[in-house]
């Protein structure tokens, strides 16, 4: 078990290494004139053009850039932004937001999918299956883009049960709407995958005996059937959390929440190429290690699982 | 028993969300409901140096922060506010600025002359990448601070300035300094109502010319409002009112600048009542906002001017005629009207209304709606077959693009397109190449209110503006002649006579001016705002 996340790690660095390289590359190709994106249409001088490009390196070569750049990260400085502010504290400004958000929108997602899939799965080809079935395809046929400014104007605005917008101080119950909407973005597969995986185990011999041993109908659902239909759901989960970064960049900007998400949209478009690698790294890393998580999970739900 | 787990797990889950939804909106401050105070909705700015910030935002902001040196009349007309006198010599080149005593920075330091004179020269020297320095340049010894890059964009690095203060800068007495420009120029008072102009206090700097560590997010000013804890970045910048403030002071107590990423939000959040101002509402919210907002959804009129630059340096477009045909191929009431909703009115003048010396109408004809005599011009003067209009999809100016396209096409039966760019930056640089990408897109909004303003940057040879290479040396002459003329009257008799050659040669077609669409709350009355898209803090009231 050590060895096995010991080796994980080890890979995890590549995989770190790679990833910003791409995301440093991918910048650096959009990046046509950041001067001109912070001066807006005004005609930047030259003077305010040779400050600039002196001081963010702008006329050195791909690999010079890059090296600057891990040469910070390595001692520990993520540089500046094109605006002047330290892009850690902005990272630190905006993660614990953004964490919260998502932790919020799983724990949703997770609770809806489990339950309602357990019980479509049990009643298979029953009404409630069916009904399922009708509101999963609805919520995967609507883009967050149309879901979340909806929400906002139907529950925020017309109903006032939740508050229109947020700040980086929100309390649970402010984040509540916009993480219901991130929920949704993966709530629906979720559920397709634990009804399926419930309607298979169901049939399995194991269920069988345990039935024939005389358990409980309902021991044997929630505990023998759930927990090995659980595996792929939580595989799924870990996957959704990239879902779930990429969706905030929408959420987070309908409902004022000053994250990654929205951090990542103004990197982009200001060509800042340092922010955006900034806050990709924390990106990846979070990905990596929840993924490991993900996998050590196995391990506890199946004790058939076993890594070396 | 390890079997219990999952479904242990999933109550927890499942009661920690009912937790978390009973739970909370108790905890947030009600106070704010009936005090005195009024939020006010932007996005974040990029910086709150005086010097650096030229954006909407921050120079917003620091209008709550500090107390310019003048102010502009109704009439546009610049009036002294902290200072007590601004004038200048016989030749329009020395000015002497007078500071009213009495004064205080936020943290007790009285604003001397010093202080303004150290804040133009932080401002103005090159290395210090203010985005503002160029309101500097017409300063003696502007040049010395900002050395050109001898290849420019070349690898070669520009030389280190030969100066860090500028030497037109004086100091004559604790509140009074003299500003020496390097030519004459009869309005100079006028350049002086923008931000960059703001003084800074001792506390600013950590040795001299250089700004301390994190004073940006505290900055202290020597306005009618200071700021309450510090800039708190993307989410707000609050201020409460200076105690016995010896300015003009305003009516309320404090403003919370609340920051918003996206437009629509925040007019989700002033039709909830959770703001009292916004300063733009967005075009897609307009349609609903007489309905949301009744009276308290307001236009007032702003500097912004719309226009499409030819290139005039191109064979097709070269003739006067041909682009004054394709100027009254364009409805532009009818795009106003239906594409802006009556938020952008019709321009037929080169320089915006809100400066001194703009005739209206003075375009005449070549900006009045009449296809049949444009078709009949464009055919005599054989226009091109093929017109293409390029501009940046960042900006949303592809609704009206089109519509004007398709008016073109309609009136003088030739095929028009429209040419996304990205970014106005790749635009800019391929009107600049002189690619050809056929007429632009562009915009301006002033800096100063002068009729200069518009017609230096946008129309004159080396105007920071002219992508579209429009040419005059009689218009390039009569410009610099109005800057130099001995009063601000004389100067705009020349720059009128300047307005009249484009008329004739029309290198541009005006569309439009922009207007302040802004809305408020239940919560707040006498919410106007001013040609620099400031709501006026000292009039704004709450309604008790």
């Known amino acids: 078990m050590f060895r096995y996340i010991v080796r994980r790690l080890l890979q995890m660095i590549l995989t770190f290494f790679g990833a910003t390289f791409v995301v440093f590359a991918l910048m650096f190709a959009n990046q046509d004139d950041p001067i001109q994106a912070l001066v807006g249409e005004k005609q930047a001088s030259d003077s305010l053009r040779a400050a600039l490009t002196e001081r963010y390196h702008l006329d050195e070569g791909f690999l010079t850039q890059y090296w600057y750049y891990m040469k910070g990260l390595l001692t520990g400085d993520l540089g500046k932004s094109l605006t002047g502010r330290d892009i850690s504290e902005m990272l630190a400004d905006a993660w614990p937001v953004t964490i919260r958000l998502a932790l919020l929108a799983v724990l949703i997602a997770a609770a809806i999918a489990v339950t309602t899939g357990v019980y479509a799965g049990i009643r298979r080809g029953g009404l409630f299956d069916n009904g399922t079935l009708l509101m999963t395809l609805l919520l995967l046929a609507m883009p967050i883009v149309v879901l979340a400014p909806l929400a906002q104007l139907v529950f925020a605005m017309e109903l006032r049960w939740f508050p229109a917008t947020t700040t980086k101080d929100a309390t649970p119950y402010e984040l509540l709407l916009p993480a219901i909407v991130l929920a949704t973005t993966v709530i629906a597969t979720q559920l397709r995958v634990t009804r399926t995986s419930v309607v298979e185990n169901l049939r399995a011999d194991y269920v069988r005996t345990a039935r024939a041993k005389g358990l409980a109908p309902r021991r044997v659902t929630w505990v023998h059937v759930l927990r090995n239909s659980l595996i792929p759901v939580i595989t799924l989960i870990g996957v959704d959390l990239g879902v779930l970064m990429s969706g905030a960049i929408v959420t987070e900007e309908v409902f004022n929440i000053p994250g990654v998400g929205f951090n990542l949209a103004r990197g982009i478009r200001t060509e800042d190429g340092p922010l955006v690698v900034g806050f990709v790294s924390v990106l990846v890393i979070i990905f990596l290690v929840v993924n490991l998580a993900v996998d050590l999970l196995y391990a506890a739900l199946d004790p058939r699982i076993r890594y070396e | ?544």
Request: charged share 20%; net charge negative; hydrophobic share 35%.
């Open chain 2, 1 to 544: 028993m390890p079997g219990i787990r999952p479904w242990k797990m999933a109550a927890g889950a499942a009661a920690i969300s009912l937790l978390v939804a009973g739970c909370g909106g108790g905890d947030s401050d009600d106070a704010s409901a009936n005090s005195n105070t009024i939020v006010i909705g932007i996005s974040e700015p990029e910086h709150l140096l005086p010097t650096n910030a030229t954006d909407d935002s921050g120079s917003q902001v620091l209008s709550s922060l500090f107390y310019p040196l003048v102010e502009f009349n109704a009439q546009q007309e610049p009036v002294e506010v902290a200072a007590a006198s601004i004038t200048p010599d016989k030749a329009n080149r020395v000015w002497t600025i007078k500071l009213k005593p009495g004064f205080t920075f936020h943290n007790g330091e009285p604003v001397t002359a010093q202080n303004y004179i150290d804040a133009w020269n932080y401002g103005a020297y090159g290395p210090n990448a203010q985005t503002g320095g160029y309101f500097f340049e017409r300063i003696d010894g502007y040049a010395d601070l900002n050395p050109l890059d001898p290849d420019k964009d070349g690898p070669q690095k520009p030389p280190a300035p030969k100066a860090d203060t500028l030497s037109g800068l004086e100091k004559v007495n604790d509140l009074t300094f003299t500003v020496k420009l390097s030519a004459p120029f009869s309005s100079f008072k006028s350049v002086l109502g923008y931000s960059v102009f703001h003084p800074l206090p001792k506390a600013a700097f950590s040795k001299p010319g250089v700004i301390a560590e994190g004073f940006e997010d505290q900055i202290i000013g020597n306005g009618p409002f200071k700021l309450k804890g510090k800039w708190e970045h993307d989410n707000e910048v609050v201020v409460e009112k200076v105690s016995d403030f010896k300015g003009q002071v305003p009516k309320i107590d404090g403003i919370t600048w609340k920051i918003y990423q996206d437009d629509q939000t925040q007019y989700a959040d002033l039709v909830s009542g959770n703001v009292d101002v916004q300063m733009s509402i967005p075009i897609e919210a307009l349609s609903k906002a007489s309905a949301d907002l009744g009276t308290r959804f307001q236009m007032s009129e702003n500097s912004g001017f719309d226009f499409i630059g030819f290139p005039t340096y191109e064979k097709d477009f070269a003739k006067p005629e041909v682009r004054k045909a394709i100027s009254m191929a364009i409805n532009r009431e009818e795009i106003s009207d239906q594409i802006f909703l009556g938020s952008r009115v019709p321009a037929k003048s080169f320089v915006s209304p809100v400066v001194r010396g703009y005739r209206e109408n003075i375009c005449g004809e070549a900006c009045e709606y009449n296809p049949k005599k444009a078709k009949d011009l464009y055919d005599k003067n054989g226009g091109p077959s093929e017109i293409k209009i390029t501009y940046n999809v960042d900006g949303g100016h592809k609704a009206w693009v089109d519509a004007t396209c398709n008016q073109i096409k309609a009136s003088l039966g030739v095929n028009c397109t429209g040419s996304p760019e990205p970014k106005f930056s790749v635009l800019q640089q391929k009107a600049r190449a002189h690619e050809p990408i056929g007429l632009i897109r562009l915009g301006w909004i002033m800096d100063y209110p002068l009729m200069e303003n518009y017609l230096g940057p946008l129309y004159s040879t080396n105007g920071s503006s002219n992508h579209y290479g429009w040419s005059n040396s009689t218009f390039d002459q009569l410009i610099k002649q109005g800057s130099q003329a001995h009063t601000p009257q004389a100067a705009i008799k020349k720059w009128q006579q300047a307005e009249d050659i484009l008329v004739q040669e029309m290198p541009v077609i005006p569309l439009r001016f922009m207007q302040n669409v802004y809305g408020y709350s239940e919560k707040v009355q006498n919410v106007q705002m001013d040609l620099f898209k400031k709501v006026d803090l000292y009039e704004i009231e709450t309604i008790a």
